[in-house]
């Protein structure tokens, strides 16, 4: 099981920026991927962005492209989603989660075993 644990969420202005953090423990040798979603009040929890653990390839979402980066550090076993230009509609819980590689593609929910609780993004108007 690997344990993830998100940090860096808050309160921001619209135009504002944000780097949340998804620090990584447990059997993280086994981790395909780690990937970063988020659920609007109301609304499904969607796919944002990805970074396979070994390699680096990432990727992101069409609709936060340009304006939001995944990026990991092994060293850290952390990953980062920066988020700039922030709307009132990225106002979400934001979760990272890890992926197993086994089925399913790092854009589907259901590849990813592990979750973290969760930290909450407000971005006012």
């Known amino acids: 099981q690997v344990h993830l644990v998100e940090s860096g969420g808050g309160l921001v202005q619209a135009g504002g920026s944000l780097r949340l953090s998804c620090t990584t423990s447990?059997?993280?040798?086994?981790?395909?991927?780690i990937g970063w979603f988020r659920q609007p009040p109301g609304k499904e929890r969607d796919f944002l962005a990805a970074?396979?653990?070994?390699?680096?390839?990432?990727y992101v979402e069409d609709h936060v492209k340009g304006r939001f980066t995944i990026s990991r550090d092994t060293a850290k076993n952390t990953v980062y989603l920066e988020m700039n230009s922030l709307k009132p509609e990225d106002t979400a819980v934001y979760y990272c989660?890890?992926?197993?590689?086994?089925?399913?593609?790092?854009?589907?929910?259901?590849?990813?075993?592990?979750w973290g609780q969760g930290t909450q993004v407000t971005v006012s108007s």
């Open positions: 970074v396979r653990w070994s390699g680096g390839d990432t």
């Open positions: 989660a890890a992926h197993d590689g086994l089925q399913y593609t790092i854009f589907e929910s259901l590849g990813y075993k592990d």
């Open positions: 447990g059997r993280t040798s086994r981790t395909y991927a």
